[in-house]
């Protein structure tokens, strides 16, 4: 039973350039959330997609963007990127939207020079 | 809006004996679920325990067992025979179904004496 991946798993980027972070859900999952989590903090919420539309949305400016594919997958984009934006980015799965646990990812780390 | 407080920076134990980390949160919501993640120096999110908010009884999963006190809006963990595999950062998290989002506590880090 295929858990949740992430690629890549680290990846370095410069101010202003523009990123793309992917998620395979675990198996037999349909939603997607993705979260933030700065260093020394607690994930925060970015986004959830079910049903290949943004579901909720958290408090990240419009630089932030993602996609749902029709195989459940998902991407994560970042534009203009800025020295705040190093991060951890994680990406969690679950079963419908509501009622289920969500299942992480082992993450992305990105650093933005 | 939610939070969640975990008001314990840092706690070691040592192997084989029992800790108690602890969490607070504030919501007007009834329906709601707490869990507790654990996150090694791997990196790896990994789910420890989920209680529902409307269950009375205690949740528990092997050598890890919460204390729900939902009047006190207070949710802790219990670590029996802790292990050194039980060293990690815990974060408490609370999962609001309306929304579906998980908010977490600051989280504490839990270290594993020999």
């Known amino acids: 039973d295929a858990g949740v991946t992430q690629s890549p798993t680290h990846l370095i980027k410069t101010r202003g350039q523009q990123v793309t972070l992917r998620c395979s859900p675990k198996?037999?999952?349909?939603?997607v959330s993705w979260y933030q989590q700065a260093l020394g903090q607690g994930p925060q919420f970015i986004f959830q997609?079910?049903?290949?539309?943004?579901?909720q949305r958290g408090n990240f400016p419009d630089r932030f963007s993602g996609h749902q594919f029709p195989n459940y997958s998902s991407e994560l984009n970042v534009n203009a990127l800025l020295l705040g934006d190093s991060a951890l980015y994680l990406c969690?799965?679950?079963?419908?939207?509501?009622?289920?646990?969500?299942?992480f990812g082992p993450g992305t780390r990105l650093l933005v020079l | 809006a939610q939070t969640v407080t975990q008001s314990q920076p840092e706690m070691s134990v040592q192997e084989a004996e029992t800790v108690t980390l602890s969490c607070t949160y504030d919501?007007?919501?009834?329906?709601?679920?707490l869990f507790w993640y654990k996150q090694p120096p791997s990196r790896q999110m990994i789910l420890v325990i989920r209680?529902?908010?409307?269950?009375?009884q205690n949740a528990t999963e092997n050598r890890f067992s919460v204390n729900f006190q939902k009047a006190a809006k207070s949710f802790s963990l219990k670590i029996s025979d802790s292990q050194l595999g039980d060293t990690a950062m815990y974060f408490c998290?609370?999962?609001?179904?309306?929304?579906?989002?998980?908010?977490f506590g600051t989280g504490t880090r839990l270290q594993v004496f020999p």
């Open positions: 997609y079910y049903e290949e539309e943004e579901r």
């Open positions: 198996s037999g999952h349909d939603t």
């Open positions: 998290a609370f999962h609001n179904p309306n929304t579906d989002k998980l908010i």
């Open positions: 969690a799965s679950s079963l419908g939207v509501g009622q289920e646990t969500q299942y």
């Open positions: 209680q529902e908010a409307y269950k009375q």
């Open positions: 919501t007007s919501e009834n329906n709601y679920y």
